[in-house]
Each structure stands twice: as C-alpha cells, then as structure tokens.
C-alpha cells in the first residue's frame, strides 16, 4: 500500500451537493491528519486537523477509521467557492516526515 | 507578520544551470520541507529538515541539494543532474513534531528554457 493514497476523482456535483473523499494511509501509527485545500496555482491551506476519531466544521467533516486506515473528508451543501484540490496529509514513517496524497480535484458547478 | 517567504516567484532557467530556490521563515518553526508539484499531481517530498545542520532526503532528493546554516531558512539548490526540473517548488514550515500543521510559501515557479 502506498503511504497516502487518495480517490483519484476528479469529483463534479452541483451547488447544494453532499460530497465525501477518502484516503488511505499505511503507516498505523499516524497519530494525526490533516486535510488541505488548494487552489489552482495556489499553495495548499489547511482546512482541517484530525486528531481522534473526527472533526467538524460548519459543512465540512473529517473522520478517521483506524482500524481500516482512511480519512474521509465531507463537504455538505457544495459551494461554488468550494471548487478545488483537496489533499490529505499524513505523516509518514519517518519522524518528521509528511507525506501527501495526490490530491483530489472538486468542482462545483451551477 | 509571521509568515513563509519563498522567492522569486518565477524562475527561468538554462538546462545545465544550477539554480537556488530561497525559503524564509520568521515563525520560529523548527521543521522546514520542501515540495515539488507537477501538473495535476500531488505534493513529492524532496528534503526535509527538524533542525538546523540537520535534514534528510525525501521521495525525490536525487538532482537537489539544500542546506540548513540558519533556523530561518532553507535554500533549495535544483542542480543539472535534475532531469526534469520544470515544476512548482513549495517550501513549508512546521513546529517540530508530527502532530502539527505545515504552513507553506507561495510557491516558486521554475522553468527551463
């Protein structure tokens, strides 16, 4: 298995669209995750930290199944504005080491 | 204000010339990394650094070099052994540890001609 690998997308669904990503990781020892967007020609921003089973923010939600190794991001009630790459982050099995995915492309449309 | 600085923003380069990308940073951060970004692709590890004097290779160290003289920075050295090295550099920065997030640069754009 790779250390991070995401669904290769890309995703589109209209504005008002419920829309989850996963990613899998390796490395079971992970103790942390991160979600990032990023916008075309942009550098990444975090969106989300995960830490122990889940997080939520507003429309977005991130969860993490250890026992099967993924993290899910949710994003509910699409926005156009929403429109971009998402990348999950893990860290790798070298301390210090963070690893990403190859990032999943969303756009969303009228 | 706190922040990351890469420079410059857009680099062009002659194949057989080495280049050297800055990252600058005034966080404080301990860690500091550097990406390369392909068209769309993902971000591949190229070095990574927890402390001064001290860094290790990534995914795709072969063709790059880099140094870490001073906490504040970490330049990126894109040699001519680089093959390919037409892509978009990021530099980030993080609080030691694997638990915390990586604050990125803008990004260098580097081209050969």
């Known amino acids: 298995r790779k250390e991070v690998e995401q669904d290769p997308g890309p995703f589109n669904v209209p504005e008002g669209a419920t829309v989850a990503f996963n990613c899998t990781y390796s490395?079971?020892?992970?103790?942390?995750f991160f979600w990032y967007r990023q916008d075309c020609r942009k550098e990444p921003k975090l969106l989300m930290s995960?830490?122990?089973s889940g997080n939520e923010d507003g429309r977005f939600t991130a969860q993490l199944n250890r026992a099967s190794q993924y993290i899910s991001l949710l994003i509910r009630d699409s926005k156009l504005s929403d429109s971009a790459t998402y990348l999950c982050?893990?860290?790798?099995?070298?301390?210090?080491?963070?690893?990403f995915g190859q990032g999943t492309i969303l756009t969303v449309h009228p | 204000d706190g922040g990351i600085t890469q420079s410059p923003k857009y680099l062009f380069r002659k194949e057989g010339q080495n280049v050297t990308l800055s990252c600058e940073q005034n966080?404080?951060?301990?860690?500091m990394y550097w990406y390369r970004q392909d068209p769309g692709q993902g971000l591949r590890l190229i070095y990574y650094?927890?402390?001064?004097?001290?860094?290790q290779k990534g995914d795709i160290a072969e063709g790059y070099s880099v140094s870490r003289e001073k906490k504040e920075s970490f330049p990126l050295t894109v040699t001519s052994a680089q093959k390919n090295p037409t892509a978009f550099y990021l530099c980030?920065?993080?609080?030691?540890?694997?638990?915390?997030?990586?604050?990125f640069g803008q990004g260098t754009r580097l081209t050969v001609v």
């Open positions: 980030a920065s993080s609080i030691q540890g694997e638990n915390t997030e990586a604050f």
């Open positions: 650094s927890q402390i001064v004097n001290d860094f």
């Open positions: 966080l404080n951060h301990d860690a």
């Open positions: 982050v893990v860290p790798g099995t070298s301390y210090g080491k963070l690893t």
């Open positions: 995960v830490y122990s």
């Open positions: 490395n079971s020892a992970s103790q942390s």
